[in-house]
């Protein structure tokens, strides 16, 4: 486990600290990044994520699969910036984030005290191209913060 790993854990264990309870679907928050796209996509999802064809190449149709399954809010960010402001929104009382061990770890910091489940993605092609995604853990985390059983 390298230090942003364990700087993830020790983040995602003193938001656990934080009194909860489940969370709404209106108020859940699925946070994911622009580099879940394939790169050869021609759809243009950065500005509407519903342009967005679901051919299955990447992992956005699923993401977009969980926000109908669930009711949630499902929100594709280019960084980190536009992440915390989209955060920020008194509406999201809670977090499923999907990024990079860094991003997440300064987006955990910078949202406090707001829940957030962080779930780095991984990178076959390096970073911030052709990303993938444990979709079965995207899926129990909403889970869990919904308080719905598996």
């Known amino acids: 486990m390298n230090a942003l790993e364990s700087l993830i854990l020790g983040l995602n264990r003193l938001r656990n600290r934080f009194p909860g309870g489940r969370v709404s679907p209106e108020n859940l ?8 796209q394939r790169c050869t996509c021609e759809s243009n999802i950065t500005q509407d994520v519903d342009q967005c064809n679901r051919c299955g190449q990447c992992n956005v149709a699923d993401m977009l699969q969980l926000r109908d399954e ?3 809010r499902c929100h ?6 536009e992440a915390i402001a989209v955060v920020r929104d008194p509406a999201v009382m809670a ?8 991003e997440l770890a300064d987006g955990i910091r910078a949202v406090l005290p707001k829940r ?5 993605n991984e990178r076959p092609n390096g970073p911030c191209k052709n990303t993938r995604v444990d979709v079965d853990a995207v899926r129990a985390s909403i889970r869990k913060l919904l308080g719905t059983p598996a």
């Open 29 to 36: 928050l699925l946070l994911v990044p622009h580099c879940l």
């Open 70 to 72: 669930f009711g949630i």
């Open 76 to 81: 594709l960010v280019s960084g980190g910036r």
């Open 95 to 102: 977090v499923v984030a999907v990024a990079c061990e860094k």
């Open 116 to 120: 957030v489940i962080a779930i780095p």
